[in-house]
């Protein structure tokens, strides 16, 4: 049994060496586990600081962005009003203007119609002055021409005159 023994406590003993050797290798892949999972876990750290710094980042961008879209929005609205103040200001003047033109197109038009009616007037009481002048005329040449008569008339009165004149001093 000495012999059985030995063997027995030889094998125990190489098969003790092997599971330690064994165990001594479990550990070192634990090990080698264990750092690989810390480094993952280091990686995955870093990625997950890197994204949530990136998130935090466009998070940043997009507080950025709103905040600008939200002044550009503000500054649309106010270039809007301006420029409708500007047009409403544009469209009152024309519409000033317009009635302006209109009022002195109106005025020109009432002189226009006056100053026709003023000449329609005057043309009437040229041709009544015509008509005046051209009785005038007629009336001028009857009176010459009865002038004339009665100097004839009286030429001819003269000389029955001077003929009674010639029998009275004869007598």
Same mark, same amino acid.
Request: hydrophobic letters at 40%; zero cysteines; charged letters at 35%.
């Given at each position: 049994m000495?012999?059985?023994?030995?063997?027995?406590?030889?094998r125990l003993k190489g098969e003790l060496t092997r599971q330690r050797d064994e165990i001594a290798r479990l550990h070192q892949m634990l090990?080698?586990?264990?750092?690989q999972k810390q480094e993952t876990e280091k990686q995955y750290a870093e990625q997950q600081q890197h994204i949530q710094q990136r998130t935090d980042d466009q998070l940043q961008k997009i507080e950025a962005l709103s905040a600008d879209r939200?002044?550009?929005?503000?500054? +649309?609205? &106010?270039?809007? #009003? =301006?420029?409708?103040a500007e047009a409403e200001n544009k469209v009152k003047e024309m519409d000033i203007r317009l009635a302006t033109l209109r009022q002195e197109l109106e005025d020109k038009h009432n002189h226009h119609a006056k100053v026709n009616q003023q000449n329609a007037t005057l043309v009437e009481k040229s041709n009544?002055?015509?008509?005046?002048?051209?009785?005038?005329?007629?009336?001028?040449?009857?009176?010459?021409?009865?002038?004339?008569? +009665?100097? &004839?008339?009286? #030429? =001819?009165?003269?000389?029955?005159?001077?003929?009674?004149?010639?029998?009275?001093?004869?007598?």
């Open positions: 000495g012999i059985l023994a030995f063997l027995t406590a030889s090990d080698v586990e264990v750092a939200r002044q550009l929005k503000l500054q +649309l609205a &106010e270039d809007r #009003k =301006k420029i409708q009544q002055l015509d008509a005046r002048l051209s009785e005038m005329a007629t009336s001028l040449q009857q009176s010459e021409n009865r002038i004339q008569e +009665l100097i &004839e008339e009286k #030429k =001819k009165l003269e000389i029955d005159l001077q003929k009674i004149m010639g029998n009275l001093t004869r007598w």
